[in-house]
């Protein structure tokens, strides 16, 4: 689990996040793989770095719905080459909790049946092919999506 403390609140738009006071919990962001292990590590490893960057309270989790038992070693390489801590150091399973503390949920490439229905808002990201397939391809389409994502939520965040 990651947890970005800025001082700054995170809102709204369409986004499935509000508003928020210091006293608050920061709002969730929980990104979902298949494996847990390769895109959903991507993924918030990049978001996390983002939102800090922009001024965004937000914490950030990630999960696999059939998790591997360790992150993608080719992943694990990547982040470290460009400066990035690897988030997690072992998939876990999505669970009902999860979902149910989530404020926006990203789905990325998972099939959520069985699963408990998201409390907040649902995105799914399933043209992000696997980086087994096209690493290159994975990390382009997780990377430009955060970075709209990010975009939404400082558009609509409340000004100082």
């Known amino acids: 689990m990651l947890v970005v403390t800025m001082a700054v609140a ?19 962001v929980l990104f979902i793989c298949p494996h847990g ?9 990049y978001f996390e770095r983002l939102a800090k960057a922009r001024g965004l309270n937000v914490r950030v989790e990630s999960a696999g719905t059939d998790p591997d038992s360790t992150v993608s070693p080719a992943v694990a390489a ?10 997690v150091s072992n998939p876990r399973k999505v669970n009902a909790k999860d979902l149910e503390s989530a404020d926006v949920v990203i789905s990325i490439g998972c099939d959520l049946s069985g699963l408990a ?16 397939e096209d690493f290159e391809g994975a990390d382009e389409g997780v990377r430009r999506r955060v970075t709209e994502l990010i975009d939404e939520l400082v558009r609509s965040a409340p000004k100082k």
């Open 37 to 45: 292990a390769a895109k959903s590590v991507l993924a918030s490893a």
């Open 117 to 132: 229905e998201p409390r907040g808002r649902l995105v799914r990201w399933d043209d992000v092919p696997s980086p087994s």
């Open 10 to 28: 995170v809102a709204t738009m369409g986004t499935g996040l509000r508003a928020q006071t210091r006293d608050e919990k920061p709002p969730t």
């Open 78 to 87: 990547h982040l470290k080459g460009l400066g990035y801590p690897v988030p």
